[in-house]
């Protein structure tokens, strides 16, 4: 996995937990692209979200079978 990849993917790990815990970091969230608190989960963070855990699940699966 590339570096560019790594700190995506610890950026979304450190900031779903917190737009799940405090209500105010959603409202900012959801103003910034004027979308209402569901559609921000649903829409943006979700999808992003599944895209980084599966380019990890593939990288791990391709450094499992491709020799080094």
Known sequence: ???AQ???LQFWLFLI????RYRWLRWLFARMYLL???EV???WLMPA?????L???CGYLLGLFLPV
């Open 36 to 38: 209402s608190h569901a």
């Open 41 to 43: 989960l649903r829409e």
């Open 1 to 3: 996995m590339s570096f």
């Open 49 to 53: 979200f599944g895209t980084a855990l």
């Open 17 to 20: 937990p917190l737009l799940r």
């Open 55 to 57: 380019g990890v699940l």
């Open 6 to 8: 790594q700190l995506e």
